[in-house]
């Protein structure tokens, strides 16, 4: 499994971003596809998380009301659609995959891409 995001950048604080991951190799289906972050200093913690047979989420506290997760089964993406943005989120943002429904501990996911960083100006 490989995976591949993009569409992190440089916004205001309140504002909106969204950011892509892409998966190929296969080997994924039954596995549950991670956004994690991480800001200078600060441990690895997770975001959110969706299965890719059914669809099903799971986010972390900080950000259910503001960030929403959707999959396109059609080019094996996941879109992590990013509201209200705070400075608080500004991190480098991971897509990871591999682990089961439910995971929420990064080490629990095998399979990590590069990252895109996420700025936000207050």
């Known amino acids: 499994v490989r995976l591949l995001e993009s569409g992190g950048g440089l916004t205001q604080a309140g504002g909106s971003l969204k950011l892509s991951c892409v998966a190929s190799?296969?080997?994924?289906?039954?596995?549950?596809l991670g956004w994690f972050r991480q800001a200078p200093g600060k441990d690895r913690e997770f975001v959110a998380a969706?299965?890719?047979?059914?669809?099903?989420?799971y986010y972390a506290d900080s950000v259910k009301d503001r960030f929403q997760l959707t999959k396109y089964n059609a080019n094996n993406t996941v879109v992590l659609q990013m509201n209200k943005l705070q400075p608080e989120d500004a991190a480098t943002y991971y897509c990871?995959?591999?682990?089961?429904?439910?995971?929420?501990?990064?080490?629990?996911?095998?399979?990590w891409g590069q990252g895109t960083r996420v700025t936000i100006s207050s």
């Open positions: 990871a995959s591999g682990a089961p429904y439910g995971t929420r501990n990064w080490r629990a996911f095998p399979t």
């Open positions: 190799g296969g080997g994924f289906s039954r596995s549950a």
């Open positions: 969706i299965t890719w047979d059914r669809g099903s989420t």
